[in-house]
T-cell receptor, first 115, second 114 residues
Framework: GAVVSQHPSRVICKSGTSVKIECRSL??????MFWYRQFPKQSLMLMAT?????????EQGVEKDKFLINHASLTLSTLTVTSAHPEDSSFYIC???????????FGPGTRLTVT | GNSVTQMEGPVTLSEEAFLTINCTYT??????LFWYVQYPGEGLQLLLK?????DKGSNKGFEATYRKETTSFHLEKGSVQVSDSAVYFC?????????????FGKGITLSVRP
């Protein structure tokens, strides 16, 4: 099946700094990618929908100035957590929609820890 | 709004046991329903799906039937294997295609012992 990668898999940063997470579709092009956040023992919560070449659409309650999403190419979307705080510590997961397979494919996730 | 409720876990079974994981949903209209599986260290993978009432999704011995009258999409397998040990997520989407924003349940961890 199609593969979606995320980089890094784990990152630790200091409070107040910014961190960028990359999501790549390795063997297909994705005009639409999604970013989710998962808290321990809880479900994945959709943060935003990322469309190639246009602004991301954020879910209610998600700060767009804090979670910057850029989808500059058909194979890459990035999520930048700006001025990170400990409460931003979480597991961030992306998915990419394949129009060929008509299915979402998920990345393995990125564990962010803010100290 | 849309929501998905899964039974509490974790679940531990012996190999070849029968598996049922309950999932109920709340949504307007006719959502599509999904089961995703996450093996250790990997991303979520689509296990099966159903897009309309009474549809049965099946894959790798797993089955789930879209029951609109009970708003349920329970996952079943007749004989589990150790390799089925993973986290299972039930999800729904009001649309299909690129706009298919998913709403997930909390997930349930299945451990199968030899």
């Amino acid at each position: 099946g199609a593969v979606v990668s995320q980089h890094p898999s784990r990152v630790i940063c200091k409070s107040g700094t910014s961190v960028k997470i990359e999501c790549r579709s390795l063997d297909f092009q994705a005009t639409t990618m999604f970013w989710y956040r998962q808290f321990p023992k809880q479900s994945l919560m959709l943060m935003a929908t990322s469309n190639e070449g246009s602004k991301a659409t954020y879910e209610q309650g998600v700060e767009k100035d804090k979670f910057l999403i850029n989808h500059a190419s058909l194979t890459l979307s990035t999520l930048t957590v700006t001025s990170a705080h400990p409460e931003d510590s979480s597991f961030y997961i992306c998915s990419a929609f394949s129009t060929g397979a008509y299915e979402q494919y998920f990345g393995p996730g990125t564990r962010l820890t803010v100290t | 709004g849309n929501s998905v409720t899964q039974m509490e876990g974790p679940v531990t079974l012996s190999e070849e046991a029968f598996l049922t994981i309950n999932c109920t949903y709340t949504a307007t209209g006719y959502p599509s329903l999904f089961w995703y599986v996450q093996y250790p260290g990997e991303g979520l993978q689509l296990l099966l799906k159903a897009t309309k009432a009474d549809d049965k999704g099946s894959n790798k011995g797993f089955e789930a039937t879209y029951r609109k009258e009970t708003t349920s999409f329970h996952l079943e397998k007749g004989s589990v294997q150790v390799s089925d040990s993973a986290v299972y997520f039930c999800a729904l989407s009001p649309f299909t295609g690129a706009n298919s924003k998913l709403t997930f349940g909390k997930g349930i961890t299945l451990s199968v012992r030899p």
